[in-house]
């Protein structure tokens, strides 16, 4: 079973930075695919950002050239550095473990984009 933990939200000013993280479980860490989603009151859950094993990258068009998902694989842990944000960006951030095509998701974490 592996375990995922968010962290790092938190209320930031429209166009202020954040840095999430996303620690996981186990010692296949390398071989998770790793990804960010969010999602809104009322709305469903979106991929915002993905990373796999080889470290390629794939973002949501709306946050391309705002943020950026990396992963550290001594750490055991996936980030999300979003930068410009705006007011939409508000949502509770879900990271996602992939292992052999079972997903392994962590509670969330709440970010809010206000003045």
């Known amino acids: 079973q592996v375990q995922v933990v968010e962290s790092g939200g938190g209320l930031v000013q429209p166009g202020g930075s954040l840095r999430l993280s996303c620690a996981a479980t186990?010692?296949?860490?390398?071989?998770?695919?790793m990804s960010w989603y969010r999602q809104a009151p009322g709305k469903e859950r979106d991929l915002v950002a993905l990373?796999?094993?080889?470290?390629?990258?794939n973002y949501a068009e709306f946050v391309k050239g705002r943020f950026t998902i990396s992963r550290d694989n001594a750490k055991n842990t996936v980030y999300l550095q979003m930068n410009s944000l705006k007011p939409e960006d508000t949502a509770v951030y879900h990271c996602?473990?992939?292992?052999?095509?079972?997903?392994?998701w962590g509670q969330g974490t709440q970010v809010t984009v206000s003045s």
């Open positions: 186990g010692s296949a860490f390398s071989r998770y695919t």
């Open positions: 996602k473990a992939r292992h052999f095509w079972v997903d392994y």
């Open positions: 990373i796999t094993t080889s470290g390629g990258t």
